[in-house]
C-alpha cells in the first residue's frame, strides 16, 4: 500500500524550523548568551565574579557598614590600646564583637572601618583610571590599525615611548610636588586626580598594541570588505563594524588591568605619595604596619588580605572572560 502524496497539514509537511521532542523549537542563541553559558561552566571565574561584586557593593556602602558594625575610621579609641607596649589589648590585634578585624596600635582605631573605606579609593582610582587608558588605548589601537602607513609607525612610535617611560618615578616626583589646590580641585580630590590621570594617561599602551593587532586582523575580513564595497566610509567602518568586534578583548583586558591599577595605587600610599593620611588607604595601612610587625604582626593581615584578595578575584574573572569570549585561547 503506498503513501498519499497529498499530507494534510503540519505532520507531512517541512517545518522552516527544527523541532525538538515535545514540540519546542530549537532558538539560535546570540554569541553573548554562548559566552554566558561557558563562563557559568567556569566555577572558579563565577566565584572571583562574586567576589568583584560585593567588593563594589561593599565601595558603595562602606558608610553604611561602618555604621551598622564598626566604628568612624578615623575615631580613637586608647582604651582598646595597652598604654605601656601600645599595641591592641586582647589576643590577635584586639579583634572583638566590637572591633571586626581589631584595632591598630596607639591610637586604636577600627581597622574593619578603614578596610572598608580603603576600598572606596582602591577601586575608585583603578575603575577611573582603566576606563581612561582603555578609552585612549582603544581609540590609539584601532586608527592605527586600520590607517596603517604613516599613521600606524607614528602612533607605534609613540607607544613605544610611553612603554618606556619611568612611570613609577614620574608618579613619585610629579605626586610629591602636587600643590594644595588646582584646576578647581583641593586636598584628596586633588591628590586623586592626579593619581588617576598618571595611571590612565601612561598606560593606555598596553591596551592600544593589543587593539591594534586585533584591528589589523579585523580589517581584512569579508564583512570589513563589504562594507566597503557598498560605500562606507572609514568612521562608519571603525564604529559600526570594527569596534563591535573589540568588546571580547577589551573587556577582558580591562579585567586584567583594574588589579595592576590597584597595585599601583597601594604602592604610592605605601612609598607615601598616594592619598594623604588620615584618609584611609590599602597602601597606607600596610606602611604603617612594617613598622609593628614584631610586635604587632596581626596589623597587616587585614589590609594585606583585602589586596590580595581584590587582586586575585579580578584576575580569576579576567581569565575566565577570556576563556568564555575566546574559546581558542583555551
Do not use: C
Not at 581584512?220 to 570588505?225: I, K, L, P
Not at 583585602?306 to 576563556?323: C, Q, S, W
Request: glycine residues 10%; neutral net charge.
Amino acid at each position: 500500500m503506498t503513501v498519499p502524496l497529498e499530507v494534510v497539514g503540519s505532520q507531512g509537511e517541512a517545518q522552516p524550523e527544527a523541532v525538538l521532542e515535545g514540540g519546542h523549537a530549537i532558538e539560535g542563541r546570540s554569541l553573548g548568551q554562548i559566552a554566558w553559558m561557558r563562563l557559568k561552566r567556569d566555577k572558579i571565574a563565577l566565584s572571583g565574579g562574586v567576589v568583584v561584586l560585593l567588593l563594589i557593593v561593599m565601595a558603595i556602602f562602606a558608610p553604611l557598614i561602618v555604621k551598622w558594625l564598626g566604628h568612624p575610621p578615623n575615631e580613637f579609641h586608647y582604651d582598646q590600646v595597652n598604654p605601656d607596649t601600645q599595641v591592641p589589648i586582647g589576643s590577635h590585634g584586639g579583634i572583638s564583637r566590637h572591633f571586626l578585624f581589631g584595632v591598630e596600635p596607639v591610637n586604636g582605631r577600627d581597622l574593619f572601618s578603614r578596610i572598608m573605606y580603603g576600598s572606596q579609593i582602591s577601586l575608585l582610582i583603578a575603575f577611573l583610571a582603566t576606563l581612561l587608558s582603555v578609552g585612549i588605548g582603544t581609540m590609539m589601537g584601532v586608527v592605527a590599525g586600520y590607517f596603517g602607513g604613516w599613521i600606524d609607525t607614528l602612533i607605534s612610535r609613540v607607544m613605544d615611548v610611553f612603554l618606556a617611560f619611568p612611570i613609577l618615578l614620574f608618579a613619585l616626583a610629579l605626586a610629591g610636588v602636587i600643590p594644595d589646590k588646582a584646576f578647581g580641585l583641593k586636598g584628596d580630590s586633588l591628590r586623586i586626580a592626579v593619581i588617576i590621570f598618571i595611571i590612565g594617561f601612561f598606560n593606555w599602551p598596553y591596551i592600544g598594541r593589543i587593539i591594534r593587532g586585533q584591528t589589523l586582523s579585523l580589517r581584512e575580513r569579508e564583512f570589513v570588505d563589504a562594507a566597503r564595497s557598498l560605500g562606507a566610509r572609514s568612521p562608519y567602518i571603525l564604529s559600526r563594524e570594527l569596534l563591535p568586534n573589540l568588546v571580547a578583548p577589551i573587556l577582558v583586558y580591562s579585567t586584567l588591568l583594574i588589579p595592576t591599577n590597584i597595585l599601583f595605587e597601594a604602592a604610592l600610599s605605601y612609598l607615601g605619595v598616594g592619598v594623604r593620611p588620615p584618609r584611609a588607604t590599602w597602601g597606607g595601612m600596610i606602611s604603617d604596619a612594617t613598622n609593628w610587625y614584631q610586635t604587632d604582626p596581626e596589623f597587616l593581615v587585614p589590609s594585606g588580605l583585602a589586596i590580595f584578595i581584590t587582586v586575585l578575584a579580578f584576575n580569576l574573572l579576567g581569565d575566565g572572560l577570556r576563556d568564555a569570549l575566546d574559546p581558542r585561547s583555551r
